[in-house]
């Protein structure tokens, strides 16, 4: 699944590609998780010129001159490809053509992937922007452990799994801690650790792959790797393993 460094780099260069195009049509061969009828979705932005690309927590969001917005949740196989003329690429959600014959598709084989027209704001704060304040309030009502925490879109909004092994570990913090036990002052480092895990990813996966608006690019992760056995310091990788694997180290502080 794209994580969060992996859809800004998606929205930079979708932004870098899109900006000024008019929207002529758009078509929607799965309509099962679209939010409004078609006709409907047409008649909002057909005509009108595309702005920005950006994303939005887990969602790229593409917003228009009238304002209006187009969300896209890849879920776990979403995939965007750019296209001219007539798109051939399988399994498509929804198409977006331009008035300049281009376009661009989301496509899923498994069909879940969702487009949604304008969608609902939300209070939760992105993992970019979070503030020690917030998350020394929030964990403290809070006996889980801090993994699963971080993976809490209504908690923190962005980091998945393969990020959050990344970030816990650059923070010398156990995975396994518990929330309401973790001292302010580690907090903080999380905090900084959240930033600098994900920004620095986002300029290697820019770095490796300067175009990219799909896959995932993980062969620079220092952890949650599955052909690494140590880390950049030494200690030997550790795989625990459940519904999603955590990788970790006994380089990182238990709090229980």
């Known amino acids: 699944m794209p994580e969060l460094p992996d859809l800004q780099a998606f929205s930079h260069n979708l932004q870098k590609k899109l900006s000024g195009k008019t929207v002529k049509e758009i078509i929607v061969p799965n309509t099962k998780k679209l939010n409004v009828g078609v006709k409907e979705l047409n008649d909002i932005l057909t005509g009108q010129q595309l702005e920005k690309v950006y994303r939005e927590g887990k969602e790229l969001h593409i917003r228009f001159n009238k304002g209006d917005v187009l969300g896209l949740h890849l879920m776990l196989h979403g ?94 913090l156990s995975p396994f801690s518990v929330s309401n036990k973790i001292p302010e002052a580690k907090l903080s480092g999380l905090i900084k650790s959240i930033k600098t895990v994900l920004q620095d990813a986002e300029k290697s996966i820019l770095k490796a ?48």
Do not use: C
């Open 79 to 172: 995939k965007l490809f750019l296209f001219e003329g007539k798109n051939e690429n399988k399994y498509p959600i929804i198409e977006l053509h331009f008035k300049d014959g281009s376009g661009l598709v989301l496509t899923d084989f498994q069909g879940i992937a969702t487009p949604t027209l304008n969608p609902a704001k939300t209070d939760v704060p992105d993992a970019l922007e979070v503030e020690v304040d917030f998350l020394t309030k929030r964990l403290a009502k809070t006996k889980t452990n801090i993994k699963t925490v971080l993976l809490d879109q209504k908690i923190l909004r962005g980091i998945g799994n393969a990020y959050a092994d990344e970030i816990l570990w650059h923070a010398r």
């Open 209 to 256: 792959n300067p175009d990219i608006i799909n896959g995932e690019v993980r062969d620079f992760m220092n952890i949650h790797n599955s052909k690494k056995k140590q880390s950049p310091t030494g200690a030997y990788i550790l795989v625990k393993e459940g519904s999603r694997k955590t990788y970790y180290t006994d380089e990182q502080e238990l709090f229980e």
